[in-house]
């Protein structure tokens, strides 16, 4: 019987403690909702909310016009464990802080190690919109080259900016060559981009051209005046509008 309470005690302190780490990756979850971090979208996955899946739209410098799938794998401890989130790339991202091999993005110059309370995810986001805005920020303020992720990359970057420039471009072209591909999960929070449709993306490019806004979850962040919504296809037959921009 003693055995029998004790494993209760233990399974139901065991939820307490789920229970109260899904609140707090919500909590993250929320602060996205109402930070500026234009161009990344971020949403926990249905099935496990140490998942995230992620796309990074590259507006400016070498990486502009850029469409990268990513994910956000947190540690099972989260956010109380120091480990830093791992942040993987879909496909290939010359930069010098994502490695080749593994397309892991090295966020530990910014996050040497994840202290709770302090760090948030909105912050790493806002880490990844400056490192693609300015790589060789990254080189600056790292001063050792060898520490890098890429030193190829960035050793490019630095003597050779037409032929850095040129890896890029077909690192995104690779990227966007995928765009469409069959999602590999069947969990219905991951990012689906669909080829436009006239009977179901024409009303809203309507709306769009009209200048028409309305009130809608944000991206990771909007900034600036609202133009229009961007739309993403969340699940069969549903089109959420993520950000009006």
Request: charged share 20%.
């Amino acid at each position: 019987m003693t055995l029998d309470v004790d494993a209760q005690k233990k399974d139901d302190k065991l939820l307490l403690a789920t229970i109260h780490q899904e609140y707090k990756i919500h909590a993250e979850y929320k602060m996205i909702e109402s930070e500026k971090v234009s161009g990344i979208y971020v949403i926990p996955s249905y099935a496990n909310s140490l998942q995230w899946f992620g796309v990074f739209f590259g507006r400016q410098g070498f990486y502009e016009n850029s469409v990268f799938r990513f994910s956000i794998l947190l540690p099972d401890g989260f956010p109380e464990d120091k480990t830093t989130p791992a942040i993987i790339f879909q496909q290939n991202v010359v930069h010098p802080l994502v490695c080749p091999f593994t397309n892991s993005l090295d966020i530990s110059h910014a996050f040497p190690e994840w202290r709770c309370g302090e760090d948030h995810l909105w912050q790493v986001l806002k880490y990844m919109q400056v490192i693609f805005a300015d790589p060789l920020e990254c080189i600056r303020s790292v001063g050792n080259i060898q520490e890098l992720s890429n030193v190829e990359a960035s050793k490019l970057l630095t003597t050779n900016r037409d032929a850095f420039a040129a890896l890029v471009q077909e690192s995104i072209a690779e990227s966007k060559a995928h765009i469409y591909d069959t999602p590999p999960t069947e969990d219905p929070h991951y990012i689906v981009f669909e080829k436009f449709q006239e009977d179901i993306h024409g009303p809203v490019l309507e709306q769009i051209r009209n200048g028409r806004t309305t009130n809608s979850p944000a991206e990771s962040g909007g900034g600036g005046a609202a133009t229009g919504l961007s739309w993403v296809k969340v699940k069969e037959g549903e089109f959420k509008p993520l950000s009006i921009e």
